[in-house]
């Protein structure tokens, strides 16, 4: 039986075996000798927003999104997002444990790309994007953790790895109206560390990062392909109206994949 059941049935918490801790309220667990993640919703501010952009990803699928089987309680009563099992784990460690070619490099650029254009072609801000949301499965890239992800030129509350926080966002406040120009500028960064495989700003702490970044410093090219560096520096520039839509990033992504 194929998880596609789950979407209708009246499955329970209790119904998954061997639950297993792979991150804070995360579990691996079992059903019907299939393997699924179980994430507990918290965040009793976001949790509302969150199911509604799961409701929307849930009833369009995309194949670089993680997939959503179904919403349910736990024993406490906390709600409980039931999802795919990703078996490459996240893209961070996929980089570090793999010798990459460019060719592949660039696939993993445009399936993150692609992913992130349904996002935003559907009024979703991720708001939380780097290499640590982003699973490997069977090679393809799927996003995922949209517990603080919201809706296109929403309030909400800025979260996430400094590195890969827009410094736009960096206000007192901590509220900012979110639009995709956000995501394109963690999205930069998640570029670069594909190019480099390496962590932005490795060795600095989070507050020096924020400072750096504030004052225009960024992480030096990979010298990978120069077209591939200048679009995430483009992506990353200071002035969020420079950064390209997704759309124009995926142009200059195919067309870099076609002259190799």
Excluded at 13 to 39: C, M, P, Q, T, W
Excluded at 104 to 115: F, N, P, R, S, V
Aim: with cysteine; glycine share 4%.
């Amino acid at each position: 039986m194929r998880p596609q059941f789950l979407q209708n049935a009246k499955i329970k918490y209790h119904d998954f075996s061997n639950r297993v801790e792979i991150g804070i309220n995360v579990y691996k667990a079992r059903y019907n000798d299939e393997i699924f993640v179980l994430k507990e919703l918290n965040n009793s501010k976001k949790i509302q927003n969150t199911l509604e952009i799961i409701n929307i990803l849930r009833d369009i699928p995309h194949p670089n999104i993680v997939k959503f089987y179904a919403v349910v309680n736990n024993s406490f009563g906390n709600i409980v997002l039931v999802m795919k099992f990703a078996e490459g784990g996240n893209l961070r460690q996929y980089l570090k444990n793999d010798n990459l070619q460019i060719i592949k490099k660039l696939k993993i650029a445009k399936d993150i790309t692609e992913g992130l254009k349904f996002l935003h072609d559907n009024n979703i801000i991720h708001c939380d994007m780097h290499t640590e949301n982003i699973l490997v499965h069977k090679g393809r890239m799927l996003l995922t953790d949209f517990d603080f992800s919201t809706f296109s030129n929403s309030e909400s509350e800025v979260h996430g790895i400094a590195a890969f926080i827009d410094p736009c966002a960096q206000t007192f406040s901590n509220k900012i109206i979110f639009t995709t120009k956000y995501d394109i500028y963690a999205l930069g960064f998640i570029l670069w560390e594909i190019s480099s495989c390496s962590k932005p700003f490795d060795g600095k702490t989070p507050l020096e990062i924020i400072i750096l970044t504030q004052d225009g410093v960024r992480e030096t090219a990979s010298e990978m392909l120069l077209e591939y560096d200048n679009l995430y520096k483009k992506c990353w520039d200071k002035d969020p109206v420079k950064r390209p839509e997704t759309n124009i990033i995926l142009e200059i992504l195919n067309d870099i994949f076609e002259k190799i």
